[in-house]
Structures are given as C-alpha cells and as structure tokens.
C-alpha cells in the first residue's frame, strides 16, 4: 500500500506530462504545415490575403487550437510581389492544459515565390 502511495502520483504525472507534450507537438506540427499550406494559397496570381486565411483556418479548428494569428508578408497580395511570408502564431496559454500562465507562443512561418503568369 505504501509503495503504490508513493509511486501512482508519479506514475500519473508522467502520463499527463506525456500526453501534454503530445499535444503541443501536435499543434507545433499542424502550425508549421498550416503555414506552408497557407503560403501556397497565397502564391497563386490572383490570390489575397483572405484566401490565405481561409486555407489556415480549417486547419486550426481540426486540432481546436484557440487564438491563432495569422499575418501574411506583404499584407496586400500584389501582382509584383516575387515572394510571400506566412506566418502563424499560437499562444500556450489558449492551447496548453498545464501552461496556462505562460506568455509563450509557437510561431511558424513559410516563405515561397510567387508564380507568374507569362
């Protein structure tokens, strides 16, 4: 009895810190290819910001992540543009079960050039 009270705490500790990391490398995963799916959106002629956004979102929900940020370089997408930024930002406090008190977020962002119309 005394070696099963001194040991589950623990044991239940680990599990929840494993499955917490699960989780967030989850999110890191599903932000990192939300933002280069949204880049390819985005690199199309005639795209806009607003498409980019649209390609983002669905992913998001997917996971249930809280509070994405999504900013595109540059922020009007524009015919002489040779390159686009994508970035994607989540905070751990909105998406994180045991860091609830961190200012800490996971940003990923991709860059890709623009395809032209000849």
Request: hydrophobic share 40%.
């Amino acid at each position: 009895t005394v070696e099963v009270a001194l040991t589950l705490p623990i044991f239940f500790l680990v599990l929840l810190m494993s499955i917490e990391a699960a989780r967030l490398n989850t999110l890191r995963n599903t932000i990192e290819n939300a933002a280069y799916e949204g880049a390819r959106a985005g690199i199309v002629p005639g795209a806009s910001t607003t498409d980019v956004t649209d390609t983002i979102t669905p992913l998001m929900k997917v996971i249930g992540a809280k509070n994405v940020t999504v900013t595109t370089n540059p922020t009007v997408i524009t015919d002489s543009d040779t390159t686009i930024t994508v970035t994607v930002d989540a905070p751990l406090s909105s998406n994180s079960w045991i860091g609830r008190t961190t200012s800490q977020h996971i940003i990923r962002s991709c860059t890709l050039s623009r395809e032209r119309i000849k």
